[in-house]
């Protein structure tokens, strides 16, 4: 079964930093592209980052809610994506997904947004 | 950054009820336009992608529509398993933005 499964997640203290990771398993993770999300307690979804597979240059975007302070990174020989988060604050709060971006082939430049999901882990910032 | 808004934002509505979800962007987003379903406490589920491609093993009673600024999300007959929040979400410019989401609820 294809699936993305986050791990990391917990309580931190505002300022200090925390890393996740997004662990792949049936695809070949190599050739696809990951993005972050999240979703803090009774709100709507939020896209927080994307990086593109080696093979499309391997470059990252971020949303400027958390540019500077968030870096995505990747393992493809473990299969694995990670999101560092350094100086966090309260407003990180919230559920992360990590999820697979779905290339679209006849540009590789767009994508057809996101169509794997892990289930998501818990970051709580709080002093 | 484009800005994406969804209505209603809730709609209170009837198992096989015919129901429509729009989402409208601040800017031209192509045909780039994704939609998803969740449920309180999963992951989202892509639903739709490019406007009007049904994702592997979604029931066809899902239907997407529009380009440019204007889509709509469609469900034929609602069925009791389709009560969740649905988000469009534009995927041709980032940074990627979500609508604010639509609850669709029990009459």
């Known amino acids: 079964e294809v699936q993305l499964v986050e791990s990391g997640g917990g309580l931190v203290q505002p300022g200090r930093s925390l890393r996740l990771s997004c662990t792949a398993s049936?695809?070949?993770?190599?050739?696809?592209?990951v993005s972050w999300a999240r979703q803090a307690p009774g709100k709507g979804l939020e896209w927080v980052g994307f990086m593109r597979s080696k093979t499309h240059g391997g470059t990252t975007e971020y949303a400027a809610s958390v540019k500077g302070r968030f870096t995505i990174s990747r393992d493809d020989s473990k299969s694995i994506a990670y999101l560092q988060m350094n100086s966090l604050k309260v407003d990180d709060t919230a559920v992360y997904f990590c999820?697979?971006?779905?290339?679209?082939?006849?540009?590789?430049?767009?994508?057809?947004?996101?169509?794997?999901w892990g289930q998501g882990t818990t970051v709580t910032v709080s002093s | 950054d484009i800005q994406m808004t969804q209505s209603p934002s809730s709609l209170s509505t009837s198992v096989g009820d015919r129901v429509t979800i729009t989402c409208r962007a601040s800017q031209s987003v192509s045909f780039y336009l994704n939609w998803y379903e969740q449920k309180p406490g999963k992951a989202p589920k892509l639903l739709i992608f490019a406007a009007s491609n049904l994702q592997s093993g979604v029931p066809s009673r899902f239907s997407g529509s529009g380009s440019g600024t204007d889509f709509t999300l469609t469900i034929s007959s609602l069925q009791p398993d389709d009560f969740a929040t649905y988000y469009c979400?534009?995927?041709?410019?980032?940074?990627?933005?979500f609508g604010q989401g639509t609850k669709v609820e029990i009459k």
């Open positions: 979400q534009q995927s041709y410019r980032f940074p990627w933005t």
């Open positions: 049936a695809f070949t993770f190599g050739d696809d592209a």
């Open positions: 999820a697979r971006g779905n290339v679209d082939t006849t540009t590789n430049i767009y994508y057809y947004g996101m169509d794997v």
